[in-house]
C-alpha cells in the first residue's frame, strides 16, 4: 500500500475526529459537522483515485442517487421522525459493509475471507436490527418488547451457527464456501431480528447507539477485507464512539449492556407468590399498624384544619371559587424548571415551550431545562428538538447537574414526560424502570403536568406523582394547546 495513501488517509481521519470533538459545543456544531463530511468526501476521491476506479463512470451515478435520496430526506424528515431516520441510516451503513464483505468472500487468502464473512455477518445483524428499531420507533411494529417461546435459545443458537459459519469458512472453498457464505447471512439476519425485538421501551436509545456503534465496526472489518485503511480508520472512529456512547446511556440508565441484548431489563414484573399462613399474619399486622399510623395522620390532620378554621373565620372571606391553579403558580414563580419528554416531541410543541420560557423570564424568573439522557428515542433527542425551537444551549442541564435543584424551585413544568420521572424507579422491585435513576420532580413543591393523559409511560409503571394530594396541578390534553392556555392565562 503506497505510503502516500496512508498518510492522506490518517490526515483525513484526524480531521474526522476533530470535526467530531467540535459537535460537542453547540457554537462549532455545524462548522464540525461540514468539517467531517468534507473529510468523508475527500476519503471517497483518495479511494477512487489510488484505486484507479476513476473512469467507472456508474460510481458517479450511484453517488448522484444517493445525494439526490438522502436531500430528500434531509427536507422530508421532521424533527420527530429522527430517531426512526438514524437507527434507519445505521442498517443502511451495516448492509453496505455486508455487500462489500460478500463481494470479497472469494478474495484469496483465510485473512480475507474471514474478514468478508465477519462484515458480512456483523453488516447483517445491524441492518436487520436497525430496520426492526425503526419499525419500533416509527410505530409500524410493537414498540413494547416481543418475546416469542425459546426466545433466548433461539437468539444464542443464530449467533453460534453465524460464528460457526464465519469460522469454517476460513477453510472452506468453492462450494463449501458458498454455504458458508449463505449461513452466515442467514443466521447473522435472524440474529439480528430475535436479539432486536426483545428490546423496547426505555432500553431503545441504548439500542440505536449500540447499532450505530455496531456499523462502524462493520465499516472497519469490511475496510479490513478489501485492504482500504481510510475505511477501516472512519468505521474504527464510528465504532469507538458509538461504544463509549452505550456505556454513557447504560451508566446514566444503571442497566447492564448484556441485560438489555437479553431481554433481562424488560421482563414483565413477577407475580406476587401464594402468600403462607404466618406469612399472612404477620402482613396484617403491618397493616394494622399503618392504619394506626394513618389515624394519628389524620387527627393531626383535623387538628390543622380547625387552626386554619379558625385563621380563616379571622380574616376577611376569600373569594367564592378561588383556587390555587398552574397559571397562578407560575405566574408568582420565581425558579421555574421544564422537563421535556418524547410526548412534547410527539405534539410538536418545542416552539410553544419556548414562548412559555419567553414570558416566564418577562417576568423575571430563572428558567431552565432538565434533559434526562434518555429523554425521547435517542440520544440527545431533546437538545436536537428544542435547539429547533432556537433554546439557549446553557439553558439546559444534564440529570446530574440539576438533580438536587428540584426541591428548591419554585415550579417544575413537565411536557410530555413520564418514564424519566417516575419515582417508581427507585422502589418498584421487578418493573422495567426500576433503579433507572430519574429527575427528581417529585421533590418540587409545585408540579405543572402539561401530559396528553395518565396513562402509564412507555415502561408502563404507574407514576405516583399523579396521585399526589398536594402541589400537582394536571393540564392534560395536546400539549401544544395546553401550553398555549397557559401562556395566555398567567397574569
Known amino acids: 500500500m503506497p505510503s502516500l495513501q496512508i498518510l492522506i488517509s490518517a490526515l483525513l481521519a484526524v480531521l474526522v475526529l476533530a470535526g467530531i470533538s467540535m459537535m460537542s459545543k453547540v457554537r462549532t456544531a455545524v462548522a464540525g459537522n ?64 455486508a455487500l462489500v464483505g460478500l463481494l470479497s468472500t472469494h478474495g484469496e487468502g483465510a485473512f480475507v475471507r474471514f474478514t468478508a464473512l465477519l462484515a458480512v455477518a456483523v453488516g447483517m445483524v445491524t441492518l436487520v436490527g436497525s430496520l426492526i428499531a425503526a419499525g419500533k420507533l416509527h410505530r409500524v411494529l410493537p414498540q413494547k418488547p416481543v418475546v416469542w417461546k425459546r426466545h433466548a435459545l ?21 462450494t463449501g464456501l458458498t454455504v458458508c457464505v449463505v449461513g452466515t447471512f442467514l443466521f447473522a439476519s435472524l440474529f439480528g431480528l430475535w436479539f432486536s425485538l426483545r428490546v423496547g421501551g426505555a432500553d431503545m436509545p441504548i439500542t440505536i447507539s449500540l447499532l450505530n456503534s455496531l456499523s462502524g465496526v462493520a465499516g472497519a472489518i469490511a475496510g479490513m ?121 410527539l405534539a410538536q410543541a418545542q416552539h410553544q415551550v419556548r414562548q412559555l420560557a419567553d414570558k416566564l423570564e418577562s417576568r423575571g424568573a430563572r428558567v431552565r431545562y432538565a434533559i434526562h439522557p434518555v429523554a425521547g428515542r435517542m440520544p440527545g433527542h431533546m437538545n436536537v428538538l428544542l435547539a429547533e425551537a432556537d ?15 428540584f426541591k428548591n424551585t419554585d415550579a417544575v413544568v413537565v411536557i410530555g414526560a413520564n418514564d424519566v420521572l417516575n419515582p417508581a424507579a427507585r422502589n418498584a422491585e421487578g418493573t422495567p424502570i426500576y433503579g433507572m435513576p430519574v429527575l427528581n420532580v417529585d421533590e418540587a413543591p409545585e408540579v405543572i403536568v402539561c401530559n396528553y393523559d395518565l396513562k402509564p409511560g412507555y415502561a408502563g409503571v404507574e407514576n405516583p406523582i399523579y396521585t399526589r394530594d398536594k402541589g400537582v396541578y394536571l393540564e392534560l390534553g395536546d400539549a401544544k394547546e395546553t401550553l398555549l392556555r397557559l401562556i395566555s392565562e398567567i397574569a
Open 34 to 97: 461540514l468539517l467531517s463530511a468534507l473529510a468523508m468526501l475527500c476519503g471517497i476521491v483518495a479511494t477512487l483515485l489510488f484505486a484507479g476506479v476513476v473512469s467507472v463512470w456508474t460510481i458517479y451515478v450511484s453517488i448522484l442517487i444517493g445525494a439526490l435520496v438522502g436531500s430528500l430526506l434531509a427536507a422530508r424528515v421532521k424533527m420527530i421522525q429522527m430517531p426512526q431516520t438514524v437507527a434507519l441510516f445505521n442498517g443502511l451503513g451495516g448492509g453496505a459493509s
Open 154 to 174: 433461539c437468539t444464542l443458537l443464530f449467533l453460534v451457527l453465524t460464528l460457526g459459519f464465519v469460522v469454517a469458512g476460513i477453510f472452506a472453498a468453492g
Open 225 to 345: 477485507a478489501i485492504g482500504d485503511v481510510f475505511l477501516v480508520a472512519v468505521g474504527g472512529i464510528v465504532g469507538a464512539s458509538g461504544l463509549l456512547l452505550t456505556q454513557i446511556m447504560c451508566r446514566s440508565m444503571n442497566r447492564k449492556l448484556r441485560s438489555i441484548l437479553t431481554g433481562g431489563t424488560m421482563k414483565p414484573s413477577t407475580p406476587t407468590p401464594v402468600i403462607e399462613n404466618e406469612e399472612l399474619v404477620q402482613r396484617i399486622m403491618d397493616l394494622e399498624k399503618k392504619i394506626k399510623a394513618l389515624e394519628a395522620m389524620v387527627a393531626d390532620l383535623e387538628a390543622r384544619v380547625k387552626v386554619l378554621d379558625g385563621q380563616l373565620n379571622a380574616a376577611p372571606a376569600a373569594p367564592a371559587g378561588e383556587a390555587p391553579t398552574a397559571a397562578a403558580v407560575l405566574s408568582r414563580a420565581k425558579d421555574v424548571i421544564i422537563v421535556p419528554g418524547y410526548g412534547m416531541a
Open 391 to 405: 433554546v439557549d444551549y446553557e439553558k439546559l442541564y444534564e440529570m446530574d447537574a440539576i438533580n438536587d435543584d
